[in-house]
């Protein structure tokens, strides 16, 4: 079964800090990977994609991301967080194709302490 | 950021009412996809469409919830006779490539 994993329920940092938010993916072959923010219940905005290639993305907001097949990994992260970074973050993975739906992690809650 | 429009923001409905909600994708995003995230953070994909036509479903979109998304209007997507297991947050995404989510329509089901 094709599965994304959160292992942390929540991380605090302070303001200034850098983040780094973890998500591993089971799945066959290798699938597009996402991460999304997620503000007070909002809708998801999408922060960064990988479909191929550089195993290093960029996002909007000085987010970036490293995709592992070794380790079946897509970990994101922010070399210095502000206040306005505190919102629930979802790693999602897809197959191609347009009929494919995601499949989401449980997300990760980021606290940014002033 | 994302141009998808849903309506309304919030739904507050008793069990056993209809339950309606619509969304109007991105302008050139032929797919559409219904997802159900509840107070867990747990999502569970319904249903999609491509153009007018359901390309996949999941059994609990087959009993008690409908979908459309006719042309030139709004996607929707009605729950039959509401429950209180309904209330969550419900979001719907176009892509041409990755999804691109709507604000979601927040149901109530006191």
């Known amino acids: 079964a094709q599965s994304v994993t959160q292992p942390d329920a929540r991380v605090t940092v302070s303001e200034g800090a850098s983040l780094q938010l973890r998500c591993k993916y089971s799945?066959?072959?290798?699938?597009?990977l996402f991460w999304y923010v997620q503000y007070q219940r909002q809708g998801l905005q999408l922060l960064l994609k990988?479909?191929?290639?550089?195993?290093v993305v960029q996002g909007v907001n000085g987010f970036e991301a490293e995709f592992s097949k070794s380790d079946s990994s897509f970990h994101l992260r922010k070399a210095s967080v502000h206040w306005s970074d505190s919102a629930v973050y979802f790693c999602?993975?897809?197959?191609?194709?347009?009929?494919?739906?995601?499949?989401f992690g449980s997300g990760t809650k980021v606290i940014v302490l002033p | 950021n994302s141009k998808v429009i849903q309506t309304p923001r919030y739904l507050v409905k008793g069990q056993g009412q209809k339950a309606k909600m619509r969304c109007i994708p991105e302008?050139?995003?032929?797919?559409v996809f219904w997802y159900q995230q509840n107070k867990n953070n747990e999502f569970k994909f319904l249903i999609n469409?491509?153009?007018?036509?359901?390309?996949?479903q999941i059994d609990m979109t087959e009993k008690r919830f409908s979908a459309e998304c006719p042309s030139n209007s709004p996607c929707s997507l009605e729950i039959q006779s509401s429950e209180a297991g309904d209330s969550a947050l419900y979001l719907c995404?176009?892509?041409?490539?990755?999804?691109?989510f709507g604000p979601g329509t927040r149901l109530t089901v006191l």
């Open positions: 995404a176009s892509r041409t490539g990755e999804q691109y």
């Open positions: 799945y066959s072959g290798t699938p597009y």
């Open positions: 990988y479909y191929s290639g550089d195993p």
């Open positions: 999602a993975a897809g197959q191609t194709g347009f009929a494919s739906a995601l499949t």
């Open positions: 302008k050139g995003h032929p797919v």
């Open positions: 469409f491509q153009n007018q036509e359901v390309l996949q």
